[in-house]
């Protein structure tokens, strides 16, 4: 018999009688060991039952003094790991920096961080805590999916409040360090802290004082739980740490929520985040840097795997496809929900370029090319005739001929009066006449493509049933075509460490060019990496313009560099969180480059 996937999961003590009869099992049994003795005819039920023991149980919420929080949790054995971002976003244990993704730091009531273990799945990255909560006295209790922390009693002694030239502080003094949960939703905190208060604390210290940021203060002795309600600007964000000798919560609200980081979180997976001053101007920045050769693979992932139009939620794209991190990527139509640039994986065009916009294509084995796209075809009938066909798959359409394959999904006329050729085997079936946009969807030959034909009627009286067609790609640069991903965005900001960015080269407006707004890109570097960058407002200010963005990823370190959709749609996620921005202010997008691990 074999202990398990996991060597912590169950103990196996076997001793064969010597008529080879029986054999002594230690079993774990969710609390302690067991002994089982079985007979032979048993074993077949025992290596079942071993097989089920050594399944880890997990769940999404923890049940922290009565409050629910939502914190993934994986139980492997009778180690128990919580999800590291919600455990520093939702209870306030502090990550500390680390070149070493096995080992994570963790700061709670303590100067100096105690380095724990670390396991990778279902997309998140879990802490081993069992050892470290015992030291803090919390009690973890598994039943099922539900996992609870009982903390030991602890009593806030005083509580003030402070304006700060970045805000408003909140300081809580403790007798002991104390266990919290956050919630956070746009413009206001909910804060519960598993403590008494003491004789000696007021509310009103916490409540009367005026604030910068802070509009209203509510503080509420809810049983053995202290509630602290607040509200603020939409652009502030509150972060509640702690600090020991004397031991203290403290809660500050500030629009400059950014703390500096640097952290290997996985195999070729780096979380970096920092200020970057361009033109006295200081962004926060938060990024992944991304390193092939030591086990991170980037992959494009859209809303609707079976269709190429649609949008959903970047939290959704990364966790439906199996990723553990992701960035927003290409442009869309938010009305139709269709894609405006190249999502190419595997080789297959699921959208193809458009307006010879910047685009990055890359391989697995850490290969990567940075340029402005363009890839048309010719179309060839059997009787002599060429016509230019556009875009492949794509939601940017024009007077002419549009391709759809497959990999399109179902066809829905995008413009009204469009005559659709149905082609098999590069031999036409038929001609459907135009109707109204989308009043209708056409199915596209498995082994053929659909033309979408746009006021060219020539063209129509060319492409009668029977007629043999041939394609013909023009892809320039040729050298992306050996490359299995593509991702197009614009415009192109940097090409071999110089500035390139030219908006109405690429057929962008004048308006979007000026714009100062959140903003999404990616770059490469000399020794390889792929960095996946976020870029939020400055503190009290704006977000940066094409221009600054082009500077940062210089000042990154990038020798190419792409400017991906922004605004709304600029997110990046690591570990199921966001970190670049409350999640309320996202919106939803269409496609985006999620981050895999090898197994």
Do not use: C
């Not at 306030?92 to 990778?120: A, H, I």
């Not at 979180?265 to 992944?288: E, I, N």
Request: aromatic share 8%.
């Amino acid at each position: 018999m074999v202990a398990g996937q996991y060597g912590e999961t169950l103990r196996q003590g076997w001793r064969v009688l010597e008529a080879g009869l029986t054999g002594v099992f230690m079993v774990w049994g969710g609390l302690h060991w067991n002994a089982l003795a079985v007979s032979r005819d048993d074993l077949p039920r025992v290596a079942t039952t071993i097989a089920q023991a050594a399944q880890p149980t997990q769940g999404e919420t923890v049940t922290i003094g009565g409050t629910s929080a939502a914190i993934p949790w994986q139980r492997r054995g009778d180690r128990i790991g919580l999800a590291d971002l919600s455990l520093m976003q939702v209870l306030g244990v502090d990550l500390g920096n680390t070149n070493t993704p096995t080992q994570q730091p963790v700061l709670w009531f303590s100067e100096t961080g105690t380095p724990l273990t670390t396991w990778y799945a279902n997309g998140y990255r879990y802490v081993d805590v069992t050892d470290w909560a015992a030291q803090q006295g919390w009690q973890l209790r598994t039943t099922g999916t539900a996992l609870t922390i009982q903390p030991p009693p602890a009593q806030v002694l005083a509580g003030r409040r402070g304006r700060q030239t970045w805000g408003d502080r909140l300081v809580l003094d403790m007798d002991r360090p104390a266990l919290w949960t956050l919630n956070e939703d746009l413009g206001q905190f909910t804060l519960t802290l598993h403590t008494q208060t003491a004789a000696t604390f007021s509310p009103l210290a916490l409540v009367q004082a005026q604030g910068n940021l802070l509009r209203n203060v509510e503080v509420r002795q809810i049983s053995n739980q202290l509630v602290i309600q607040a509200t603020y600007p939409e652009s502030a964000r509150p972060r509640v740490w702690s600090l020991t000798n004397p031991n203290r919560v403290v809660i500050d609200v500030r629009q400059d929520d950014l703390l500096p980081r640097d952290i290997a979180w996985a195999p070729g997976v780096r979380w970096q985040a920092r200020y970057v001053t361009v033109g006295g101007r200081a962004f926060p920045v938060s990024m992944l840097r991304l390193r092939v050769s030591q086990g991170a693979k980037a992959r494009p992932v859209w809303a609707n795997p079976q269709s190429a139009a649609g949008i959903g939620s970047l939290r959704d794209m990364v966790r439906n496809s199996g990723a553990v991190a992701g960035i927003n990527a290409g442009f869309f139509n938010r009305n139709n929900q269709l894609p405006l640039g190249a999502v190419r994986r595997d080789g297959r065009w699921i959208s193809g370029p458009i307006l010879n916009r910047g685009a990055i294509a890359w391989n697995e084995q850490g290969g990567a090319l940075m340029s402005r796209l363009f890839l048309g075809y010719t179309l060839t009938t059997s009787e002599g005739r060429n016509f230019p066909v556009g875009p492949i798959n794509s939601g940017y359409v024009q007077a002419g001929i549009g391709l759809y394959t497959p990999d399109w999904g179902s066809y829905s006329p995008i413009l009204d009066n469009e005559t659709l050729v149905s082609v098999s085997q590069n031999r036409v079936l038929r001609q459907d006449p135009g109707r109204a946009a989308a009043s209708r969807t056409t199915a596209i030959p498995r082994d053929g493509y659909l033309l979408a034909v746009r006021a060219l009627s020539e063209a129509v009286r060319s492409l009668p049933p029977g007629t043999t067609l041939r394609l013909t790609p023009d892809l320039r640069p040729a050298a992306f075509e050996p490359f299995p991903h593509v991702i197009g965005g614009g415009p192109l900001l940097v090409k071999d460490r110089q500035v390139v960015l030219s908006a109405s080269t690429e057929g962008f407006s004048d308006a979007f060019a000026t714009q100062a707004a959140p903003r999404s890109a990616i770059g490469l570097t000399p020794e390889g990496d792929m960095l996946l960058v976020a870029i939020h407002f400055s503190p009290g200010g704006r977000g940066p313009t094409l221009a600054e963005t082009a500077q940062i990823m210089l000042q990154l370190g990038s020798v190419d560099a792409l400017n991906l959709d922004g605004g709304s749609s600029s997110g990046l996620m690591l570990g199921g969180q966001m970190l670049n921005r409350h999640p309320r202010t996202i919106g939803r997008i269409h496609n985006a480059i999620g981050v895999f691990l090898e197994p």
